[in-house]
Structure formats: structure tokens, C-alpha cells
């Protein structure tokens, strides 16, 4: 999503907001935007912020700006700084002659990861303007072109003009061969913008190899390869005083004490997010997720995310074919409780797979015993009810190819593989000089 901020200490307002969008074979966009400033009073130029950081499902979704550049209206460049305030790539350009003028700049630039990857759909989510220009905006438009694979009957588009969250429907919105092109129909106040979510069902457009992904957490956190590369330049040059060496060794230690901290809490999630199965029109069932909200202890709920995920969409979709109910019961305290009642006999039943019956079986119990469970009992028998669904779910998805190896096991090898660097990071901290001979 993009975000501009305002220009403090000028006074300017912008008469067009005109933004191109092309969504690459890679998942990047190409992004041109063409905006006209009428600049009242002396200005040095302008400041452009775009959001690159937001959180989705619970993590953090991080886009990245390449190739920013601007020009003026004869397409001469214009000096621009890139920097990276908050969750915010901001974009500063020196503008000559702004004052008391009518300007046009135009803003180059590519997005990484620019496309949202779904359950079963990839989205393009992408604030044009913003809402944080205090200023008013006169007209904004947005012309996206869509990968040519995706059939146009398949694209689905909605934009939202106004406040954030405001949910106005102030714009015009036109399709033809590979693109859909949105423009609003009133002015658009101070803290006021266009938004677009734009999406088609995954598989028209290639995911990112896993070298993709690596090539980009590497351009990302290389800094944290600095230490290791400058002592290995000090460790060349003769002579070297041993309190020199004892530093450089024990910052090394630091940062891979700090490395190892990152592999063992968010390791997983660089080979992608953990897969949930999601029958379509299911996961968003209010009641569902309200009732499964609180199921795992806290220690546990980042890590099963995806799993809860997956029993909530198991469980309506069993719901909805008949075979249980769910409903919402007074406790004795007065408190609120969700009763699961089981409506039809599972043994033998052709119509549901291997992991419906086994969701089923850890609620109501193996011998079915059971046609009545309170979610309350569910949360208490905890470690006896979900972690055989979960091996169940990973087994699942590595035999449907899904994964090449499961899940659970990559984020067991991340996490010995933090502790393995932390045992090394704490070596190095406390006795590596001694390893280059005694400390005088």
C-alpha cells in the first residue's frame, strides 16, 4: 500500500494523481506515477512516502523499492533520496522553480513482492494516493495492466475512495484486453484517497523460487555478514593488538547470537507462509473463528497458526455438510461457551477424507462415545486434540506435493539450526582469542 505524506511549511495542492501499474511475470510492479503539484509559494520540493510495511494475518508483509527515480516534465531527472523511515520508503526530490508554479513529476519505480499470494488467489492491494496528503487531491486514477495469462473473466476489482476505512464508492471503473483502469469521480479531501484490491485465482502467475526469496533476504540483512568480513580483514593484517582481537571476536559473537535469534523465531517463515486448507467461502465465518480464537494457549498460538486455520475451515465445512452443529451456550459462570454436537455416524462414511475423520475423532473421541463437546473441554484437552491433526495436515500436503518435506520438520532444522549458532556465537564471545594464543 502506498502512503505520501504531506509537505509541511508550503503551501500546494494536487490537481492530478495519475498512477500506472504492471504487474511482472516475477510478481513485481512497475510503477509510474504521474502527479501535478500546484505549488503556492517558495517550496524546495516534495516528499513522497509509500508504505512498505504492514501486518497481515498476524506477520509482517515487507515490500521493497528498487530503481526510484524522478523526473521533471521535459523527463529530466531530478535529485532524489530513498530512505526508509518507519514502515515507510520515503521518496525526497529537489524540485527547481517551485514556486508560485504548476509542476509535474513523474516517479519510477519497481516493487518487490508487489502481489499478495492467497489461500487461492493472488491480490494486488495497493493504496494509489494514500491518506495522509494534507492537502486536497482534484482527480485520481489508477491504470493497471494484468499479467496477459490471467483470463479477463477471471479478474475480479474493487477500489475504495475517501478515508482510510472509509469504504466510499466515488469512482469510475473501465476494463479492456489485460487491464482495469479506476478513476474517481469527486475531489478527494485532505487525509483522503484511492485504493484498489485487484485478484485472480492463483496459479496464472508464478510464485518466487526459493533462490528468488534467498537472493532477497541476503541483499536485505547483509550487514549482519559485516562483522565476520571485518575481522577477517583485520585478522590479515600484521601485527594485531590482542585487545583489537578480543573485540572484533566478541562483536562477532553478538551478531550471531543475534542471527541465531532470528533463525530460531521467524526461520520458517522465509520459505513461505505455513499452509492452511481453506474451502472456499468458509474462512471468514464469523462465528468460527470467534469460537477458535482463544483454543491454544498463548505459547502456542504463533506456532499453530495455520493449523487453527485449518480446523476452523474443517470444522464449518463438516458444519455445513451436516454432520455437526455448532452453538453458542451460557456456562455456569454466566461466561459465553460453544457447544459442537454430532449429527450424523462417521465410521465407514465414503464422503469424508482421512483428516475430516480424524478432525472429528480427536473431538468427539475415538470409540464415539461422545455427540456433545464444549469448546472449554476442547481448549483443556489441548495437547491431546491438535497435535495429531497437525501431523495429519503436514502428512497430507508433502503426499499431495504441496511441500516437498513437511513443514513441522523445516521448522524443527531452523530452529537446531539457531541453537547451533548460538552455542558458536557464545564460543566466540567467550573464549575465541584465546583461540589466536594467551591475551597478554
Do not use: C
Not at 492452511?276 to 462465528?287: E, K, Q, Y
Request: net charge positive; proline share 8%.
Amino acid at each position: 500500500m502506498a502512503a505520501p505524506a504531506a509537505g509541511q511549511g508550503r503551501a500546494l495542492s494536487i490537481d492530478r494523481f495519475a498512477v500506472a501499474l504492471e504487474i511482472r511475470p516475477d510478481r513485481s510492479l512497475a510503477v509510474r506515477e504521474a502527479i501535478t503539484f500546484a505549488f503556492r509559494g517558495s517550496s524546495a520540493g516534495i516528499d513522497r512516502r509509500i508504505r512498505v510495511r504492514e501486518r497481515r494475518g498476524g506477520a509482517e508483509w515487507v515490500r521493497r523499492l528498487d530503481d526510484v527515480h524522478v523526473f521533471d516534465e521535459a523527463m529530466r531527472p531530478l535529485p532524489a533520496e530513498v530512505s526508509y523511515p518507519g514502515p515507510y520508503a520515503r521518496i525526497e526530490a529537489s524540485v527547481p522553480g517551485a514556486s508560485n508554479a504548476t509542476r509535474t513529476l513523474t516517479i519510477f519505480y519497481r516493487v518487490r513482492q508487489g502481489l499478495v499470494a492467497g489461500d487461492d488467489a493472488d491480490e494486488l492491494d495497493w493504496n494509489v494516493t494514500g491518506e495522509e496528503w494534507d492537502v486536497p487531491i482534484g482527480v485520481a486514477e489508477a491504470f493497471v495492466t494484468v499479467p496477459r495469462g490471467v483470463p479477463g473473466d477471471l479478474v475480479r476489482a474493487v477500489a475504495h475512495t475517501g478515508p482510510s476505512g472509509g469504504g466510499g464508492s466515488d469512482y469510475t471503473e473501465e476494463r479492456g484486453d489485460h487491464f482495469v483502469a479506476f478513476r474517481t469521480t469527486h475531489p478527494l479531501g485532505p487525509r483522503q484517497g484511492l485504493a484498489i484490491v485487484i485478484g485472480w485465482p492463483r496459479g496464472y502467475v508464478a510464485r518466487p523460487s526459493s533462490w528468488q526469496e534467498t537472493r532477497w533476504f541476503l541483499g536485505d540483512t547483509w550487514p549482519l555478514g559485516l562483522p565476520l568480513v571485518t575481522l577477517l580483514l583485520v585478522l590479515g593484517l600484521r601485527p594485531v593488538s590482542p585487545e583489537t582481537v578480543r573485540i572484533l571476536w566478541a562483536k562477532l559473537g553478538l551478531a550471531l547470537a543475534v542471527v541465531a535469534a532470528v533463525l530460531y523465531a521467524w526461520g520458517p517463515g522465509w520459505l513461505g507462509p505455513t499452509p492452511w486448507l481453506v474451502p472456499a467461502g468458509l474462512a471468514g465465518s464469523g462465528l468460527v473463528i470467534l469460537a477458535f480464537s482463544p483454543l491454544m494457549p498463548r505459547r502456542t498460538q504463533a506456532g499453530v497458526q495455520a493449523l487453527a486455520r485449518h480446523v476452523i475451515a474443517t470444522l464449518m465445512d463438516l458444519a455445513v455438510r451436516g454432520y455437526l452443529r455448532i452453538e453458542q451456550v451460557t456456562n455456569a459462570f454466566g461466561g459465553t461457551d460453544f457447544l459442537f454436537k454430532r449429527l450424523k455416524p462417521v465410521a465407514g462414511d465414503p464422503d469424508l477424507k482421512p483428516l475430516e475423520v480424524l478432525t472429528l475423532a480427536r473431538l468427539f473421541r475415538d470409540d464415539w462415545a461422545l455427540n456433545l463437546r464444549l469448546l472449554s473441554e476442547v481448549k483443556r484437552d489441548y495437547d491431546s486434540t491438535v497435535p495429531p491433526i497437525r501431523q495429519e495436515l503436514y502428512r497430507a500436503m508433502v503426499a499431495d506435493r504441496f511441500f516437498a518435506v513437511s513443514p513441522e520438520t523445516v521448522r524443527i532444522l531452523w530452529a537446531k539450526l539457531g541453537l547451533a549458532l548460538a552455542v558458536v556465537a557464545a564460543v566466540l564471545y567467550a573464549w575465541g582469542p584465546g583461540w589466536l594464543g594467551p591475551t597478554p
